[in-house]
């Protein structure tokens, strides 16, 4: 007899006995302190309608709205069912309401021919663990219409919205009485911003290798996202303030809260109205320290919003600023209800290109500068009250991606414009600073994709002529 | 003169090349009359029997003058101790001396923030650093040897030295480079025991202006030697140094085997003297192969050599080690920078047969002060055995070519010229020494 399956279990419903008995899961269900679930699972309802499923306590009800439930493919099932072409797993999420116990419940599936029913006991986790959990599974994820529009109705509705909610949970309670440690504080004419993840040693490196390029970098502030480096963080910071008498201050927050969150503390609290974003991996370079250094010393307009030259090396553009492009995605053969079908026959992603990628440098091109449809956050520049008018980064992004593109679009909105300024020129050693290497970031950034064109893209749909590559090229015809 | 010496290792406690030069240099400091003091960094295991509780600077007890440095969190990629305790210690340290010149030995386990705290603790000094190895430009132990393969590298460049380090990317090496050169910067003055090391070092990015050589110098133990005596066979050869991987002992029982496979070896005889010492220091692949090549030696039958593994010497027992050998071998597979070995070698007139590579290339000149084969050779140096052994005149020419090398007053003296010549500008204020609330 074939084996279903281990996390199989059998279907009961004594007041079901119309319906029919639905095959299925619940492999793991999770529910974390600030009220949300998440349940992990599959069912074999094949030609039956989208499921209804209800998560109950004894008392109160969680109805999981339909977008907050991802159907997704299960090879282990389909080969154990001997099915392909379903969609069998699920990942739903969603908030409790009040007053749900996390005792032990009782999962129902309800088609309408057939019902999937299980009682057990909810595994007690962290928002973070709950997060990470969720966005692991999402990460790899396929699905027989294709996994952007399996995922686009999902994290664009309730989904996402649960998943958003979680994470700012999340942020509220690692970031709340965070601790700073300041060496040497005084009155500065700049503050540098860089966020840690998975190692303090840009603490020993930046300061010292931006001081012997000759830059004023006023004082330099690092959010230790994550709490196994914040040690060395502080001790690396006390030794190079005291041997340079540099100013450094390390914020410590209790988990990773993301590129936003963490730049969104460290500019509150800054010593000076000038704030410098800048990568744990963004270096001088010392063929253009000099022109960096007058760059920064140079008299700017407030409400512009900065960014630079990025180089993989002295020779070689890295990009000079990001525009906005998008893709899209069509629908694939599927067989998981009608209803899906007309939902989500293609989707639009806004994608983030970069201008200059990876091109020779051409010093000629870049006399003066020249506008961006957005700056990236490896490094940027701003003044701080056109910053918190716009209440900062976005707490709607995981971890990170897509935060600093969103800044740079709600700035040319509001504020006035973003732009490349070309003495600001800077190596940037990609993916070298943060160790952000598993697959939750690989869900993040994947999610904040969606959330990112949930936010933008009608606006882009309306202002693909200024907010696309074309925008730069339009700029260089004038100029020529 | 107000001299601080700072040295990674003491020779009491680990003999090398590089402790045993600073030592002696302090040695000269004090021998000419100046107040000096000499601190030597250690290693962590050393803590247990010369560290006291919570210290991290310590009087060596029983050495006047002298102490032992505990650096804290010391990290091996970016030379770097990245604890403020210990560099504030340092310090402090030099702030109470108040030297008027701090010479650095090394960087390894001092960590190169060392020097910039030795700025701060004595702006007006002259700063100066003597190279050892080259470890700021090769994290495989400062060697320039690939550590896949063991070939001879050239020149560090991101990508060679990834592809010996493969969890470090490319830029990883630039960044460390770019560090290094900062902090070194802080120095006025670089010292080279060679041309070669000091091109090294050059080409690498160090400031010219800042660089001079002075060779390294020994204090002369050769007083009541006989630097002309030798066997009448002339077919004793010496290995004299660290028994480890890159100093190439097996070469030289490579180049005895082929020796006597092809019937090579003079009626006399051979005799291979082994003085060798940090053993455990070598690998255990090198070690297996030494001893591989051992057994085959002794596999073959009458071949005539004799291998005699003397062990490890102190500096006293020099001479009785060097009266009973003709000739001594320096078969180094790396960038051997100087040769003290040589040096030693030419104390007591014994001439030298060395590898033709890195510092031994530019010191030792063939018929004029000894005798070079092709580095990592076997066959070039059985060739060159064959040759010499027996050859009174070539031993003679070499014998009269082998000056008395620099004592460590000479060395002294060359780095007081040196540190005269250097007027700090003058400096702007420093910031105070300020203690965390």
Redesign the interface.
Known sequence: MRQLPASLESPVGDDETARRALDGALDHIFISPNGTALLLGWLSDEGNGPPVMRLHDGGEVLTFPPTGILRYAREDVADELGVDGYDYGFVALAKLPDGFAPGRVRLEANTSVSIFQVETEPELTSDKRLLDTFLKAIAGIQAHAGREIALNAFLTQAGGAAAIDLFQAHVAVSSAGFHIERFRPRSVARSFVTVLFGSAEPVMMQPVLFRSAGIDFGEWIYVCNSPADAQAALRYARLISDLWDVSISVILVNDNVGFGAANNLAVAAAASDTIVLVNPDVYPIAEYAALLKEGFVREKPDMVLRGGLLFYDPDNLMHSGMYLDDDIFVMNHGVNGADAVKASSCCRLLRVEHYDKGVPFSPGAWKTSMPATAVTGAFMTFERGAFEKLGGFSGDYIYGHYEDADLCLRWAQHNKQVQIDPALRLVHLEGQGAKAHGAEYSGAALANRFFFTARHGAFFEGHRQSLGRKKRMRELAFRI | MRILHVSYLHPAITPGGAQQVAFELFQASIDQGHQALLISALEIGHEDAFGKPGAPIVPFHGQPNQYLFFPQ?YEFP?L?????RS??FFREFVEHFSPDIIHFHHYHRIGV?CI??AR?GAPHAVISLSFHEMLAICMADGQMVTTKDRQLCHAATPLGCHLCFNHL?P??FT?RM??LQ??L?ECDVFVFPSEFLSDRYLSWGLSGSKSVVIPNGQIDLSASFNRASHSKALNRFGFFGQFIDNKGIDIVLEALILLAREKRVPTGGIIFEINGSSKNFASGVYLERIQQLLETLSSMENTGIRIIDRGRYDRHELAGRMATVDWVLVPSTWWEVFGLVVSEAWMFGRPVIAAAIGGLAERVKDDVNGYTFSPRDPRSLADLIGELIGNEERWETAHAGCERPWTHIDMFNAHVSIWQEIRRPKIPP??P??R?A
């Open positions: 969190f970016h770097s101790t990245g604890d403020w560099v504030q923030e910039r705290a701060l990317r830029e990883f960044l770019q560090r900062a902090l910067d420093l910031p020494l300020k965390q």
